[in-house]
């Protein structure tokens, strides 16, 4: 079974400096997509990031960047230059590629931006 | 419409009664989902529709739970005689295809959260 991990519960970063988040999964597979979503208070996830695991090259998506590490099993995003309307929870999540319709999602981490 | 749409946006009920969610797609959309978010916790999908047929059921806990779609549009979560460990957040998401890939994203609704008395 496919598993998700988040480890930090929580995390801070002053407004305009550079925050990671981690995330860590565990599959048998070797073609699969990994996403980051946001959750602000309004409860609506937000797609954030997202990466194929056969692509090599590190998604970017403006101030956000993931470090995917395949063969470790990780795959964390980096926010940089953080506003105070990035504070939200944060959700990794993994889908295989074949017929996989649902995601497995981590447990979160909630971020919070200091002004 | 604009967006996924869920209601009632909260909802509190008694132990032992019967609810219903619902969820309206984005218009176009074949498949949808059901995700539930307890307390703290990340989403655990329940149920996928393709269309009018639900592939796969594998992460409805329990008989007390049920969904249908028809139409190939509007979706209702049902669950009976409710229990307080159902009280989260279900929230729906809708997409162009089956897979949730790089061309079809999922889009989610702002949930509606269940709390059991």
């Known amino acids: 079974a496919q598993t998700v991990t988040q480890s930090q519960p929580e995390m801070s970063v002053q407004e305009a400096e550079t925050v990671t988040l981690s995330c860590t999964y565990d599959t048998s597979e070797s073609d699969y997509y990994l996403f980051w979503y946001k959750q602000p208070p309004s409860r609506q996830m937000i797609l954030v990031i997202r990466?194929?695991?056969?692509?090599?090259q590190n998604a970017t998506e403006n101030r956000f960047s993931v470090n995917f590490q395949k063969a470790a099993k990780s795959f964390s995003l980096k926010i940089s230059d953080s506003q105070l309307g990035d504070a939200a929870m944060y959700f990794c999540a993994y889908r295989p590629n074949n017929a996989g319709n649902m995601l497995t999602f981590g447990g979160g981490t909630r971020l919070m931006v200091k002004p | 419409g604009a967006g996924v749409s869920q209601s009632p946006s909260n909802k509190v009920t008694e132990k032992g009664k019967d609810v219903e969610l619902r969820c309206d797609p984005i218009?176009?959309?074949?498949?949808l989902y059901w995700y539930r978010q307890s307390l703290g916790q990340g989403l655990e999908f329940l149920i996928y529709f393709q269309g009018n047929s639900a592939p796969d059921k594998s992460g409805l806990p329990s008989d007390r739970f049920s969904a249908e779609r028809t139409g190939g549009s509007v979706s209702t979560l049902t669950i009976q005689r409710t229990q307080q460990e159902d009280s989260a957040v279900y929230l729906c998401?809708?997409?162009?295809?089956?897979?949730?890939?790089?061309?079809?994203?999922?889009?989610f609704g702002n949930g509606t959260r269940l709390t059991v008395t």
């Open positions: 998401a809708s997409s162009l295809v089956g897979t949730a890939g790089y061309n079809s994203p999922l889009h």
């Open positions: 990466q194929e695991a056969y692509k090599q």
């Open positions: 218009s176009g959309h074949t498949a």
